[in-house]
Each structure stands twice: as structure tokens, then as C-alpha cells.
């Protein structure tokens, strides 16, 4: 790839925002936003000129024609995830979705297909396994530091009052799909890349239905298991420790972005860089890692990461429908 990768982005939110604030951090010969859509035009424009983004779109359509656009990021309400991918990819975009990138396996595997298909980047945007302390973490994993990893355990919480699309279930509201992912990705590749065997779960739900409270196990082949806890209503620890028959690595908080690890050899403090602008969520100066490897896998010219394949997506995806099963039967 010759120049910068010019970024669309797509929906004009907070999510959106940091991603772009960490973009326009990095140098501009090497990533370039280019255009933003919004369904409320005055949304994107409004965000448009903030980041000094020369293209604001009413339609995402009309970003997916943009001929200067090589890569749309979509930071739309999850429901709206495998739509609006498809589109992009219909209009011959690479993609970077954010996680989840489906809300069910049937349309994670029809939107990987799709990409494959094509010819396309299609990524989710799990940006906690492109974080120097997650990475750090594989390391020593893969150098046998702690042995053979037997269990994992990983929450992850906070109030989310102030986020209405959390806890209305008209904007698929769930604790699970909000913040599952990070449970379940930690587990499957820890102790992967087989799926669990079996998945249990139970929670606390609102008037409505949504659930905003969830703890279970999953159990791996050969007796290994994980734990696992999520709040959208309070605080939780929001670390993760996983533990071998030699020793026990522990992901500073919070799990899903760590800024540093302990290990059976020490600690290690990998924090992330500062920004220019503030952000909506901390920590969220992070994101710049999964943009850097949206980049590395098109100057390659991959189709998936690597780091992030389609077959995780895919398999994390049929996790969060276990746990969402469980859920419902416990109604």
C-alpha cells in the first residue's frame, strides 16, 4: 500500500471519536481519515469538523462509493454490525467492525464469508489482543512461564448507566454483548482453539429483559477451565489471571486494555501513549493498535489478522450465543 491508509468512518459516536483521536495521533503518512457518515448529518458534520475531516455523509452508503475510501471502520449500535458491514463489503471496502461483530454466529460466519469471497479485509475490532501487554502476555505463554495454562479467570464491569443502548432492549441492550467478548476471547485462546465443551451461566436482568449482571464457566477439554464475571450496574475488578502448573499471569486492569502484566518473573508497566484530545472511555488511546494492524495486514495483503482470525470471531461469536441460551432458559 502506497501512502497512507485512508480511513471512512462509520457513525459519528463516542467510540467513533476515540478511534479517531488515536488515528490522528499516529503520523499522517500513515493513517488519514478521509470521511465520516452519520445518520444525522448535522452529527457528522459536527464531527467532522472537530477532526478536520474533509467528507461528512448523511447515508453510509455514500461513504461505501467513496472511491478515496480504503478501509471503513464501523462504530455503529452492535444490531446494526452485520448490516452495515455487509454493505461496505458489497461496496468493495475493507472492514474493521467493532466487536461484536455480529450479534449471532450465523451472521458472523455469513459476513466472513463474504470478505473471503471478495477479496476483502474484514476484521473485528477486539482491540485487546493487539495491546503491548496482551501480546507481552502470548509471549510468555508461548515460552512456557507459567506451564501449561489450566485455568482463567476474568471480569469485567463498570456502571454504564450514562450508555442508554447498554440497557434498552430496542437497541439490543446486554451486558453479554457489550462486554462478553472480552470473557470470551481471554478463554479461547488461552485454552483454545478447541471451544469449550460446555458453557454455564445466570444473571440479573432488568424489567425488560436485558441482562446487566453475568457470571459462568466455561469448561475446555482435558479438565481446564475458566471463570468469568461482567457487570453493566457497578464496578468490577476488571482483571484477569491465568494460571499454570508453574506460575500465574495477571492483566492489570482494566482486562479488556491493560497497561501492564505481572509475570512469574516480574512486573511489567507497557503503558499507552498519551493524545492530543480527550477521550470518551479510558484507556481508549489503545485503539491506535488495532489500526496499526489493520494496516500491516493490507500492506501484506491478508485478508484476516492473524491475531484476530475469522475462525475467533466466529467461535466467540457461538460463545456469546451459549451464554445468551443459558440466560434465557434461567428467565
Not at 489482543?129 to 476474568?154: K, S
Not at 429483559?209 to 457470571?215: E, N, P
Amino acid at each position: 500500500m502506497a501512502g497512507p491508509t485512508r480511513w471512512g468512518i462509520v457513525g459519528a459516536g463516542r467510540i467513533s471519536h476515540d478511534f479517531v483521536v488515536c488515528l490522528r495521533n499516529m503520523s499522517p503518512d500513515t493513517h488519514k481519515v478521509v470521511a465520516v457518515a452519520g445518520k444525522n448529518y448535522n452529527n457528522a458534520k459536527r464531527f467532522s469538523d472537530l477532526h478536520a475531516i474533509g467528507k461528512s455523509y448523511s447515508t453510509y452508503e455514500e461513504l461505501a462509493s467513496d472511491p478515496n475510501v480504503d478501509v471503513a471502520y464501523v462504530g455503529v449500535l452492535h444490531p446494526d454490525h452485520y448490516a452495515t458491514a455487509r454493505m461496505l463489503l458489497e461496496g468493495g471496502k475493507h472492514v474493521l467492525c467493532e466487536k461484536p461483530l455480529t450479534s449471532c454466529r450465523k451472521d458472523a460466519e455469513a459476513l466472513c464469508g463474504m470478505a473471503r469471497e471478495k477479496g476483502l479485509f474484514l476484521m473485528e475490532a477486539l482491540w485487546t489482543r493487539f495491546v503491548p501487554a496482551y501480546r507481552r502476555m502470548l509471549e510468555e505463554l508461548e515460552q512456557g512461564a507459567i506451564g501449561d495454562p489450566r485455568y482463567v479467570h476474568v471480569t469485567v464491569g463498570y456502571p454504564m448507566h450514562g450508555l442508554q443502548r447498554v440497557f434498552c432492549k430496542d437497541l439490543g441492550g446486554s451486558v453479554v454483548l457489550t462486554m462478553g467478548t472480552y470473557c470470551a476471547h481471554l478463554a479461547l485462546q488461552v485454552l483454545g482453539p478447541e471451544p469449550p465443551v460446555r458453557i454455564t451461566a445466570s444473571g440479573d436482568f432488568t424489567s425488560e429483559g436485558v441482562d446487566t449482571v453475568v457470571a459462568g464457566t466455561m469448561e475446555f477439554s482435558g479438565g481446564r477451565l475458566a471463570t468469568f464475571a461482567m457487570s453493566s450496574v457497578f464496578h468490577m475488578p476488571s482483571k484477569a489471571e491465568i494460571v499454570g502448573t508453574k506460575g500465574i499471569i495477571t492483566l492489570d486492569p482494566p482486562s479488556a486494555s491493560p497497561p501492564g502484566l505481572e509475570t512469574p518473573s516480574g512486573r511489567v508497566d507497557l503503558p499507552f501513549p498519551p493524545v492530543f484530545m480527550p477521550l470518551n472511555y479510558e484507556f481508549s488511546s489503545g485503539l491506535r493498535y488495532e489500526a496499526e494492524e489493520v494496516r500491516s495486514c493490507l500492506i501484506r495483503g491478508l485478508k484476516e489478522s492473524p491475531l484476530m482470525p475469522h475462525k475467533d470471531s466466529v467461535l466467540i461469536a457461538s460463545m456469546l450465543d451459549e451464554i445468551l441460551l443459558q440466560l434465557r432458559r434461567g428467565l
